[in-house]
């Protein structure tokens, strides 16, 4: 018989704090890999790319938190990637020129600082169909989905192509669905049971492919002198995705926000910071300044990429004279789907358990009241 192990249960145990620390990777090491990327023939793989791992990512699956994990890709101009598909979500960003991303049959052409989604089971390549280099991040929960085993993917598959629509008919030979399975309320509790259907005929959500422009994105944020005084302009904005529903994200495992502040502005001038369960990344698009995280200073300024709020360590951003633009990027609806989001906008606020009970009010940003 093997050996069985036994251990004092997590409820039973004291609380034992063990978050990822802040990890910057500045600009100078982003370019850097992109130069070597781009060195030399496409790699056997069809992909110029690496995954970016921070220093506690010790167990061989390369991300930069324990659920995400970060990519740069490059591709030459005229160069294109396989057609792939996995179980993951990917949210994207480009970092330096464009070309073209195609999920399933729907086409992007990509700019720089655009957003864009490739949902989960979708096939999808790009294309750099311009004249200059094209790189971009990959921010997705593959890392997570390797660490419990349930990571999934194939490669080389044809480019896809448009099929008609098929009406939802019930198979006569297949009448056990949804629609037809058994639900039995007893009587005793008001309580449910259901049958095997219910489990394996899930009604889907629609998930298409999404698309951000930069263009249409900036109009919204204050970015230049005398735009906090515009009541159309807010300093934070999130890029939502309707399929994500009450757990208000951009894919149902990141969210990804695009923050603004015009030059000038005077920074957050307390000293405290805020609080949240979800990890938090920020890759810095302009401007410069500093993060306090877990009592440790961070400089940072643009084409940065910061590791800037590991789960639940205290962390605040102060913002330099030439204000800035930040795409944030978190964990956070996929933690309002296991119900353990817990948020503390300040540490004279209440911890939150978001999605559970009624939310932080009264706030437009990060320990900022609204008007």
């Not at 992007?108 to 971009?136: C, G, H």
């Not at 307390?270 to 609080?275: C, L, S, V």
């Amino acid at each position: 018989m093997n050996m069985i192990t036994f251990g004092t249960p997590s409820a039973a145990a004291p609380v034992e704090r063990d978050a990822w620390s802040a990890y910057l990777v500045p600009k100078e090491a982003i370019d850097a890999e992109i130069t070597r990327l781009a060195a030399g023939d496409m790699p056997a793989s069809g992909y110029r790319a690496s995954s970016i791992v921070h220093p506690r990512a010790t167990d061989g699956i390369p991300s930069f938190t324990p659920v995400t994990e970060v990519t740069i890709t490059v591709l030459k101009p005229g160069e294109r990637t396989p057609v792939r598909r996995g179980n993951y979500s990917l949210l994207e960003t480009s970092i330096l020129g464009g070309g073209r991303a195609s999920v399933a049959t729907t086409h992007f052409p990509i700019r720089e600082s655009d957003v864009w989604t490739v949902p989960s089971m979708k096939p999808y390549y790009y294309e750099n169909t311009s004249d200059q280099l094209w790189a971009w991040l990959t921010y997705s929960n593959a890392a997570f989905l390797r660490r419990i085993g349930a990571y999934w993917a194939e490669e080389n598959l044809p480019i896809p192509e448009p099929k008609p629509d098929v009406a939802d008919a019930l198979p006569a030979e297949r009448p056990y669905t949804r629609k037809t399975g058994p639900i039995h309320r007893l009587p005793s509790t008001g309580t449910e049971l259901r049958g095997y259907e219910h489990l394996t005929d899930i009604e889907p959500v629609p998930n298409p492919p999404l698309h951000w422009q930069w263009e249409d994105i900036a109009p919204y944020l204050p970015i230049n002198p005398g735009h906090n005084d515009d009541p159309n302009k807010r300093g934070i904005w999130l890029l939502y995705n309707p399929a994500t529903e009450r757990r208000q994200g951009t894919t149902p495992v990141h969210f990804a926000t695009y923050a603004g502040a015009s030059p000038g502005t005077p920074p957050y001038a307390g000293t405290r910071g805020h609080f949240h369960t979800s990890a938090s990344i920020n890759y810095h698009r302009t401007g410069h300044g500093y993060s306090i995280v877990d009592g440790q200073r961070v400089d940072w300024k643009a084409g940065d990429l910061l590791l800037s709020a590991p789960s639940w360590l205290e962390h605040a951003h102060y913002v330099g004279k030439d204000g800035w633009t930040v795409l944030t990027v978190q964990d956070h609806p996929m933690q309002i789907a296991l119900g353990s989001l817990l948020w503390q906008e300040s540490p004279d606020q209440p911890i939150l358990s978001l999605g559970n009970e009624e939310g932080q009010k009264g706030f437009v940003f990060p320990r900022e009241a609204g008007k």
